[in-house]
């Protein structure tokens, strides 16, 4: 069993910036992030492989989002970048594989909101 827990969700204007940051309680092939809009399915946001050297991205947030990972503290980053107000959901952190394009996610965490305003 893997633990999540994420930190660093809020409320930021549209333009802005954001860093999220999940801690893992033991390390797996890869880790990453989902989100979830109200009304919507979960979706694959970015994944980084343990190693730090393959990363995934879901084409509307390339260019904007960055994901890092640094195995000395356990921890995943997102950092976000010229937020625009369809980048609001709620953020979980996984843990699991990655895939060609995504991840398979194993373990989850609670979610951290994220809100973009005009």
């Known amino acids: 069993q893997v633990r999540l827990v994420e930190s660093g969700g809020g409320l930021v204007q549209a333009g802005g910036s954001l860093r999220l940051s999940c801690t893992f309680s033991?390390?797996?092939?890869?880790n990453g992030w989902f989100r979830q809009a109200p009304g919507k399915e979960r979706e694959f946001v970015a994944a980084?492989?343990?190693?730090?050297?393959?990363?995934n991205y879901a084409d509307s947030v390339k260019g904007r989002f960055s994901i890092s990972i640094d195995n000395a503290k356990n921890t995943v980053y997102l950092q976000m970048n010229s937020l625009k107000p369809e980048d609001t959901a709620v953020y979980y952190c996984a843990a699991g594989r990655l895939t060609a394009r995504t991840m398979s996610a194993y373990y989850w965490g609670q979610g951290t909101q994220v809100t973009v305003s005009l």
């Open positions: 033991s390390s797996t092939h890869g």
């Open positions: 980084i492989k343990w190693s730090g050297d393959n990363t």
